[in-house]
């Protein structure tokens, strides 16, 4: 305990004498160090002290802070490593920890993918019978293992029965129709139940997509427990359950945010990552892109993902090993092989007919559907969002999600293209009809002279099958688009990808047939002549299926770069690049025309999180003294003074305020800027001071000057120097700053706060919160929707 007080006064309190195994110890900061007020203040902070901590929840992170001290950490570890083998070895093991901890989020992340694919498999099969053989057995597996599955009939086994038919014995019939539908709806309300019972009483926060929380997050904001331990037990167990439950929701960007989670876990079996919160941002960027590699099976996909979507401050380093994570995570989930084919997607498609010049026009016409869609959802679902969030509505989550759920499986379960899965139905749609495909989709009339091989087949006419999935794919579109703007939002796990790729494919295969028939019965048409011959395989719909989800999915988020790598990685179709990003340019052009913000910014900007967009753009002109705090209604600004402060005097002022630091000036008459100081790091050392230093009491003055001071009667109360805290770079700018140029600062720099002054004299601050809240009224917003600090 002495030598514990010695070191706090020795790194505090600048006391002669310090000594260490007889020798005076050296606080290890350099001459510049000692100047600008960091040196060796970092280790005491390191370490926990009761109720402080790094940073408060709801609060942003000083970006340039957390980089100098990464910075002196490295230093330090670099200069140690000369010194001895040991040293070296330690500052190899350092300099490793960030791949261990990608290799080890990559593993992770992919595991979880993997046994929440094969859960959901199951558990979406269990709503409309049970395997026999094995009641574990998805209904595709049940089959795989029996010897009486013929080809015609390879969705049908003797071990896989209905629910009907294993209660009452009958498989068809009016009766058995009921109590299926009837146990499907019931196993819907079941699932859908359980989710929503777990996140509101174990994890709150395992609701929603989370990429939403997670850009905030990455921008630099404390949501402590958002990526706790019990958030990603929580959010993979009703995660499953939400998606089995059948409602217009996706696990894909719920998957960002369990990839996150276990980041987060890593971050914390590593200092240089759990006491830094800068870096730990960094490794949760890489996570993002292992969660977006195993979602889709696309490892470039996700790391262009993180960039483009995602992340806030991304550096080269950052880069490389985002790509490792995915690589990783990817390699895991290939091991585990959830969909038996041997690849790590279930939309893996194979054309084989290229696109033709002419088919530009439907391509670029869907992506009008999908930046309309897009826009439509967007508007539609946050109109809804917000009446939950002011209404009675949002006091029954509960509620809300089980009449969610009943409307959609009552409503579902007579549509087969509904009844299924949402990935099923995908699948379905983005496959090409060959000789062998048994789906009513390719229930075309053959010609019976027709001798080819069977990869190509020509155009042929639409038979009933095909006229009757039109219709049965109208009524799904018109369904998926209304429930999924309900559905979005709700208190369980919700993904966004794959509904709304859902709606792109749907109607892309309406298209596609459409045009596939208008080139077969008018192929004399001057837009077909050249190019589609009487007999030839001339229009493939899948293609047209995967262009509209790409242009539904850009509509909706805003993608465009990553958007197209994910769907050629998604669907191996890397041939049809050109279609893809046709439509996904068209749709985002579309989309902009209505509203610069995709989904996850809207619920951003009404959950009212500090986010400042790097993409916005600031036009206005106005100046720094307009948006500076304190305004001329209210109370002056707090602040310290180097020299006539008491200690009292600064416990009132962190009791009475809730502001993250105080600017220190020479005198209150004066206010000639000194430094800033925080506030944690004032509420350390005072304490630290009243428990370790002997004479400091309430009327103890503290000093931030450079010389020591003077006591002047023996009676006086020890005087508490505390310039070792104080910053003495503040970032500041002048009263007549553009807001144009100080809104690119809080960007670029991550900055949290911004003092103003005019010729040395301090003038005001302008917090993070400032800025947001003046970017929203010169929008005609509601500037106090920023709700958090």
């Not at 490295?74 to 261990?100: C, M, N, P």
């Not at 893996?348 to 559907?369: C, Q, R, S």
């Not at 192929?523 to 989800?549: E, Q, S």
Request: with cysteine.
């Amino acid at each position: 305990d002495d030598y514990i007080a010695k070191r706090y006064r020795c790194l505090y309190f600048e006391e002669s004498g310090c000594v260490n195994n007889g020798r005076r110890r050296s606080t290890g900061a350099t001459p510049s160090e000692e100047m600008n007020g960091t040196g060796n203040l970092m280790d005491f902070l390191d370490e926990p002290f009761p109720d402080v901590s790094t940073y408060e929840d709801f609060h942003t992170i000083d970006w340039l802070r957390e980089k100098s001290r990464d910075t002196d950490r490295h230093r330090k570890i670099t200069t140690k490593s000369k010194e001895s083998y040991w040293e070296l070895i330690k500052s190899l093991l350092d300099a490793w920890s960030g791949w261990v901890v990608m290799l080890l989020i990559g593993m992770l992340t992919g595991t979880l993918a993997g046994v929440i694919d094969l859960a959901v498999d199951w558990m979406t099969d269990l709503k409309e019978g049970v395997c026999l053989s094995a009641f574990y057995y998805s209904h595709e597996q049940c089959c795989w293992t029996s010897n009486e599955t013929t080809f015609d009939d390879r969705d049908k086994c003797p071990q896989w029965q209905k629910w009907a038919e294993l209660m009452t014995g009958h498989s068809e019939g009016a009766g058995a129709y009921v109590l299926n539908y009837f146990l499907y709806v019931l196993w819907a309300l079941l699932f859908s139940f359980l989710a929503v019972s777990l996140v509101r009483v174990f994890a709150p926060y395992a609701c929603g997509s989370g990429i939403p929380e997670i850009k905030t997050i990455l921008s630099g904001f404390i949501i402590r427990g958002y990526l706790g331990k019990w958030t990603l037990l929580i959010k993979t167990v009703t995660l499953v359950l939400a998606v089995s439950s059948g409602l217009s929701l996706g696990k894909e960007g719920p998957l960002v945010h369990v990839a996150c989670c276990c980041g987060n876990l890593f971050c914390s079996l590593f200092s240089k990552y759990s006491k830094n919160e800068g870096k730990r941002r960094e490794v949760l960027s890489a996570a993002a892109a292992a969660g977006v590699s195993v979602a889709f099976g696309a490892p470039i996909g996700g790391v262009l993902f993180s960039l483009e979507e995602v992340s806030y401050y991304f550096p080269l380093k950052t880069l490389w090993r985002s790509f490792f994570a995915a690589l990783v995570a990817a390699f895991t989930l290939r091991a585990i092989n959830p969909f038996g084919n041997s690849r790590l997607v279930l939309f893996y498609v194979e054309y084989h007919t290229p696109w033709y010049m002419a088919e530009l026009v439907p391509f670029i016409l869907l992506g009008v559907f999908g930046g309309l869609w897009g826009t439509l959802f967007i508007r539609g679902n946050i109109a809804w969002c917000r009446r939950r969030k002011t209404t009675l509505l949002g006091k029954y989550p509960v509620l809300e999600v089980i009449v969610i759920t009943g409307i959609t499986a009552v409503l579902a379960f007579p549509n087969p293209y509904t009844r299924r899965s949402t990935s099923e139905l995908i699948s379905e749609l983005f496959n090409d009809c060959g000789a062998l495909e048994s789906s009513q989709l390719c229930d075309y009339v053959n010609n019976p002279n027709m001798s080819r091989p069977v990869d190509d087949i020509p155009d042929r006419p639409a038979g009933p099958g095909v006229y009757s999935a039109l219709w049965q794919l109208a009524l799904a579109l018109i369904f998926k688009i209304v429930i999924t703007i309900f559905t979005f939002g709700m208190k369980i796990p919700s993904g966004l990808f794959i509904p709304s790729m859902a709606v792109g494919a749907i109607a892309g295969r309406i298209v596609g047939i459409a045009v596939e028939q208008m080139a077969y019965h008018h192929h004399d048409w001057i837009i077909f002549k050249n190019w589609c011959r009487p007999g030839a395989d001339c229009v493939t719909p899948g293609l047209y299926a995967m262009v509209g989800a790409a242009a539904c999915l850009g509509g909706v988020t805003r993608m465009t770069v990553s958007l197209v790598v994910i769907m050629f990685e998604l669907t191996g179709g890397l041939e049809y690049i050109v279609p893809l990003m046709a439509a996904a340019v068209t749709s985002k052009w579309v989309a902009d025309a209505f509203g610069k913000e995709g989904i996850y910014e809207s619920h951003i900007q009404l959950n009212g999180y500090p986010y400042l967009d790097v993409r916005d753009e600031f036009t206005h002109r106005t100046l720094a003294t307009d948006v500076m705090r304190p305004r001329r209604s209210e109370p002056p600004l707090a602040v310290l003074t180097q020299d006539s402060t008491t200690v009292e005097d600064v416990e009132t002022l962190i009791k009475d305020t809730d502001y993250n630091g105080f600017p220190v000036v020479v005198s209150r008459e004066s206010e000639r800027l000194i430094g800033f100081v925080q506030r944690r790091e004032l509420t350390v050392a005072i304490k630290t001071a009243r428990q370790k230093q002997d004479g400091v009491v309430s009327s103890s003055v503290v000093y931030f000057t450079e010389d020591n001071p003077q006591v002047a009667e023996a009676c006086d109360p020890q005087p508490l120097k505390l310039r070792r805290i104080l910053n003495l770079s503040p970032f500041t700018v002048t009263d007549h700053t553009p807001m144009e140029t100080v809104v690119d600062i809080f960007r670029k720099l991550g900055l949290r706060q911004c003092l103003v002054t005019r010729s040395g004299r301090l003038l005001g601050i302008i917090t993070k919160k400032d800025v947001l809240r003046h970017m929203a009224q010169m929008m005609n917003q509601d500037p106090e929707s920023i709700m958090f600090n």
